[in-house]
């Protein structure tokens, strides 16, 4: 059974980056899309990034320009650059494949943006 991990939160002043990993007990990115998906307060899960087995990328509007998504399929870990950092990107960030599996949800990591 494939676990993810999610690292990398913390609390970061608006105009900050962080870097967001996602460890995956196992080899699925060779054969699966994988995301970034958050989760703000009273909001539901949205997808954030996404890339391809083939490595394409894609974004919401709302990041694009400003987080990066990419993989080390070596190290079975997909990571999240983020840049530019604002108070609305204050959410848990969860990775997964795309589409979502239910059982790949992990805990999480938390991103809070202070203004």
């Known amino acids: 059974q494939v676990q993810l991990v999610e690292s990398g939160g913390g609390l970061v002043q608006a105009g900050g980056s962080l870097r967001l990993s996602c460890a995956a007990s196992?080899?699925?990115?060779?054969?699966?899309?994988m995301g970034w998906y958050r989760r703000a307060p009273g909001k539901q899960r949205d997808l954030v990034a996404r890339?391809?087995?083939?490595?394409?990328?894609n974004y919401a509007d709302s990041v694009k320009g400003r987080f990066t998504i990419s993989r080390d399929i070596a190290k079975n870990t997909v990571y999240l650059q983020m840049n530019s950092l604002k108070p609305e990107d204050t959410a848990v960030y969860y990775c997964?494949?795309?589409?979502?599996?239910?059982?790949?949800w992990g805990q999480g990591t938390q991103v809070t943006v202070s203004s």
């Open positions: 997964n494949t795309v589409p979502d599996y239910a059982a790949y």
């Open positions: 196992g080899s699925i990115f060779r054969l699966n899309a």
């Open positions: 890339i391809t087995s083939g490595a394409s990328t």
